[in-house]
């Protein structure tokens, strides 16, 4: 849950096995709480990105980045500030849709909040939902009274307003 | 590009890094390397507990300022390596542990990694927060570039200890090896240099300072500052106060040596540093034992710390002017910008109040008691030992009491395990720094609680022929636990009576060490005179009361500033 004292870091890293665990392990041994970690390829061979969303005040979020930074499979990490940011949550959501009414109702509410309906049985819907974590928590209070079978979010990932990169010295 | 095994690529990797000694156990995952250790220089010293070999690896490190390299085999071999691995963690030694692992492969038996095999631990995963770096090798051929990058890393930026992981299948495994000495590793550039503008801001504020104090930690002695530091000090008239870790960056005989801060510090440092107005910090992280509660240190003064480590910056105390850089490089500009300004300060009020502050507080042994307290025996001692002798501790009462009570004059002269706290580490440690630097004498001041931690280590010292002198100063409890028991539990002791078991004279000799005891302060001074003359490894056991306490303290949950007990 994005709260107004969520911070997002954004960090580019070395793709290979173990890193995850590390940085994880540091945010655990440090008692640093993270809310979210996105992975994901990078358009450079060899580096991943890591979206890490995390709650705390400024000095704790100093101490993170400064921490990230000493390690070795970390090569670069940046504090994003929630000003200047694109932010982007996914979320496929499964829910109950015994009848044509509710079914109906759902479909209207996923095309107000311009998510998609992916898939369809007989007694659900899955819908898939893009945006910033608060438009997500918006639909998703919607859909409990629908009944929430099954949820998947994959956290927060972000990129810099403009022209401005994160770059990585070859 | 020359074809070789693993093996032999791993030694003539580590020839090429000038390793000269490794201490090691080995076991069924390491045989390969074991067996190319016959057709090289590399001198291989058998520890007898992995534990002993990773505290021998940081005392030499420790002492000569190169890593030190140990080696273990997979499962029980590698975790027991875990505490030494931790505690040069903590105390930024530079030190390169070698682990064997089962293989990656194997045809026909599910002897591989992953399948819970015989002798398997997660090595990597385990000291992943205990490493500065670990590597797991996946193939042969990388093992001339990992070791390359693995003693660059632990040599360069902040020390710290480099765990390299070794599957069996790669040390048979015949490859292209590359011993090329190009070092790119893109996430890892640290820095050296101090940011002028910052030196020229700490300058400044140090020539305004009426009441200057240096905090001197362990940075000082990794960077080899000390001269550095010393000019700083006499071009400030600026007292020096260390940490626990610095202790031996600027000589304990030296008119504005103020001694060790913290719980057991030296009163003139805590008193002294709690008036300053200008604390210079150097290559120091202001720990919890070092600075009591926050609310009262070095309150009113404003502070200059610099440290290699940027994290170092900001975690525990609030600093003024930070400077993330190398001790030596930034002292030595602070030097060069000081001596411009061309002003040595004369005889300052300031410098009238340490002299005073310390005939004050900082009594000799009265020498009238001729009781067998740890104050005049470490008094005694010190006048008895060479000024380059090693001394080690290991921790509890010993530890604080030489902080206290042992003058360390030189750098990488006073070895210890800060950090972590590691009972045992002070004996393999001496081992270590003897095999380091063969012509110094090497004492470890230690307890009958700790000294049993890594006791057994006393056969490798005599069948490797590395004299050292073992101090047991021998109150027959865990002493500091139990003066914590006597202070905050009200005198009820729990658990803390080892007896009179082992006869640490027999015991000696049991293994065929030299073994002395003394019942008096003369027997004292007999015994280490003779210890020094020994070309074989002495213990020396000296019964001393259960009753002694560590004093001065700073109480849990005070300031240093808030000290009870005499010095």
């Given at each position: 849950m994005e709260t107004s004292n969520t911070k997002v870091i954004a960090a580019i890293v070395e793709n290979k096995p173990g890193v995850l665990q590390c940085i994880a392990n540091m945010f655990r041994r440090r008692g640093f709480n993270i809310e979210s970690i996105t992975v994901g390829h990078t358009e450079k061979k060899g580096l991943a990105r890591m979206t890490i969303t995390l709650s705390g005040d400024d000095k704790t979020i100093e101490q993170v980045v400064k921490q990230m930074n000493k390690l070795i499979d970390v090569i670069k990490v940046n504090y994003l500030e929630k000003e200047n940011i694109v932010a982007r949550e996914l979320a496929l959501v499964k829910v109950k849709a015994l009848d044509s009414k509710t079914r109906s109702d759902a479909i209207n509410c996923v095309e107000v909040f311009r998510g998609r309906v992916v898939d369809v049985s007989p007694e659900s819907l899955t819908i898939e939902i893009t945006g910033t974590s608060h438009k997500i928590d918006a639909f998703l209070n919607l859909m409990r009274s629908y009944g929430i079978m099954e949820l998947a979010r994959t956290g927060l990932t972000a990129l810099s307003r403009g022209a401005k990169s994160i770059s990585v010295d070859e | 590009m020359t074809e070789m095994s693993g093996a032999k690529a791993l030694i003539k990797s580590l020839e090429k890094q000038k390793v000269d000694v490794i201490f090691g156990i080995l076991g069924g995952a390491v045989l390969p390397i074991y067996d190319h250790f016959l057709n090289s220089e590399i001198r291989h010293i058998l520890c007898r507990h992995e534990q002993g070999a990773a505290h021998a690896a940081e005392g030499y490190a420790r002492a000569s300022g190169k890593p030190g390299v140990c080696l273990a085999t997979s499962g029980p071999g590698a975790t027991n390596l875990v505490t030494g691995i931790a505690n040069a963690y903590m105390d930024s030694a530079p030190i390169i542990a070698l682990t064997g692992q089962v293989p990656t492969t194997s045809a026909n038996t599910t002897y591989m990694i992953g399948r819970d095999s015989f002798q398997e631990a997660d090595i990597v995963g385990i000291t992943s927060p205990i490493t500065k770096y670990n590597f797991q090798l996946k193939t042969a051929a990388e093992i001339p570039e990992t070791v390359k990058n693995a003693f660059y890393i632990a040599t360069t930026g902040r020390p710290g200890p480099v765990l390299i992981d070794i599957p069996k299948n790669l040390q048979t495994e015949i490859a292209e090896m590359d011993f090329s000495d190009k070092i790119g590793i893109k996430g890892y550039k640290p820095r050296s240099k101090p940011h002028p503008l910052q030196i020229k801001k700490a300058v400044k504020?140090?020539?305004?300072?009426?009441?200057?104090?240096?905090?001197?930690?362990?940075?000082?002695?990794?960077?080899?500052?000390?001269?550095?530091?010393?000019?700083?000090?006499?071009?400030?008239?600026?007292?020096?106060?260390?940490?626990?870790?610095?202790?031996?960056?600027?000589?304990?005989?030296?008119?504005?040596?103020?001694?060790?801060?913290?719980?057991?510090?030296?009163?003139?440092?805590?008193?002294?540093?709690?008036?300053?107005?200008?604390?210079?910090?150097?290559?120091?992280?202001?720990?919890?034992?070092?600075?009591?509660?926050?609310?009262?240190?070095?309150?009113?003064?404003?502070?200059?710390?610099?440290?290699?480590?940027?994290?170092?910056?900001?975690?525990?105390?609030?600093?003024?002017?930070?400077?993330?850089?190398?001790?030596?490089?930034?002292?030595?500009?602070?030097?060069?910008?000081?001596?411009?300004?061309?002003?040595?300060?004369?005889?300052?009020?300031?410098?009238?109040?340490?002299?005073?502050?310390?005939?004050?507080l900082n009594q000799p042994p009265n020498k009238n008691d001729k009781s067998l307290n740890p104050k005049s025996l470490l008094f005694e001692l010190r006048k008895i030992l060479p000024n380059d002798t090693i001394v080690t501790t290991e921790v509890g009462q010993n530890q604080m009491w030489s902080a206290l009570y042992f003058n360390a004059l030189k750098p990488r002269t006073f070895i210890s395990s800060g950090g972590l706290g590691t009972m045992g580490f002070g004996f393999p440690a001496a081992i270590g720094a003897k095999v380091a630097c063969p012509n110094k004498p090497v004492v470890d001041i230690a307890g009958d609680g700790s000294f049993r931690m890594t006791e057994q280590e006393l056969a490798t010292s005599v069948t490797e022929d590395i004299p050292v002198i073992v101090i047991v100063l021998n109150n027959s409890v865990l002493g500091m636990v139990a003066q914590w028991q006597r202070l905050f539990f009200k005198k009820r002791y729990s658990a803390i009576k080892l007896g009179n078991s082992p006869d640490f004279v027999k015991l000696a000799e049991a293994y065929g060490a030299q073994g002395l005891r003394a019942e008096s302060l003369k027997e004292f001074s007999e015994a280490v005179k003779k210890a020094l003359k020994s070309d074989v490894t002495t213990v020396i056991d000296i019964p001393i009361s259960s009753e002694e306490d560590v004093t001065p303290m700073v109480p849990p949950g005070c300031g240093i500033n808030a000290q009870v007990g005499k010095y």
């Open positions: - | 504020l140090l020539m305004k300072a009426e009441k200057p104090v240096i905090l001197s930690g362990g940075g000082v002695i990794i960077s080899n500052a000390a001269n550095e530091l010393l000019k700083t000090a006499e071009a400030l008239i600026a007292p020096v106060a260390t940490s626990f870790m610095g202790k031996g960056s600027f000589p304990e005989n030296h008119p504005l040596s103020i001694g060790c801060i913290g719980m057991h510090g030296n009163p003139v440092a805590n008193k002294l540093l709690c008036e300053a107005d200008v604390v210079l910090a150097v290559g120091t992280r202001f720990s919890d034992r070092a600075t009591g509660t926050l609310d009262t240190f070095c309150s009113s003064a404003k502070k200059i710390h610099i440290d290699i480590d940027a994290a170092e910056i900001g975690k525990n105390i609030e600093v003024d002017i930070p400077i993330v850089a190398d001790a030596k490089k930034t002292l030595r500009e602070i030097n060069n910008r000081i001596l411009k300004q061309g002003k040595n300060r004369e005889d300052t009020p300031w410098k009238i109040r340490v002299k005073e502050t310390k005939q004050q």
